[in-house]
């Protein structure tokens, strides 16, 4: 099995969710399918069949979530240095074209978040700018178009 890149944060985020959806989640799903189950007839019964699917989705989930931290590869971004763009990096750029300053770090694709600032390593912006150093001009190609940047900072916070 592969290991997939994953920053610390986004490892403790997986976890923190596993564990709400053991502790928490799964526990009352249980309660309302006994209270459920009280009300006698179930093949007619839509709370029982509700509690039902909503237990099938959350067990799914615990299973995807458990796969995915036991296939993680977890990097702490703080352990590493230089100037060239790799995982865990944070990235400074400044767009050639617009002269816009914009930040990313570059995480796994179970952390991204555009709007936070994190893209997935297999993104096209973060695969542009993987092995590329402090100085560098990049051309990026997205679904979007393309553009042109400096690499301004590399970063590893």
């Known amino acids: 099995m592969d ?3 994953m920053t610390v944060k986004g490892h403790e985020a997986l976890k923190e ?10 526990p009352a799903i249980i309660q309302a399918i006994e209270e459920a189950r009280a009300h006698g007839d179930l093949s007619e019964n839509a709370e ?3 509690a039902k699917e909503k237990q099938g989705f959350n067990e799914g989930r615990i299973s995807e979530l458990e796969g995915r931290l036991a296939s993680a590869e977890v990097i702490d971004p703080k352990s590493l240095s230089g100037d060239r ?3 865990g990096a944070t990235v400074k750029l400044l ?3 617009t002269d816009e300053e914009v930040t990313y770090q570059i995480v796994g694709p179970d952390e991204a978040d555009v709007s936070a600032g994190m893209i997935s390593l297999t993104s096209p912006v973060a ?3 993987l092995g590329k ?3 560098d001009d990049v051309a990026i190609r997205t679904p979007k178009g393309g553009s042109e940047y400096e690499i301004l900072a590399v970063e590893f916070v």
Do not use: C, D, Q, W
Not at 17 to 26: P, S
């Open 48 to 50: 029982y069949h509700a």
């Open 85 to 87: 763009v790799v995982f």
């Open 127 to 129: 695969r542009g700018l």
């Open 133 to 135: 150093s402090v100085g």
């Open 3 to 5: 290991k997939s890149p």
């Open 95 to 97: 767009n050639l074209e």
């Open 17 to 26: 969710e596993l564990k709400r959806l053991k502790t928490v989640e799964r």
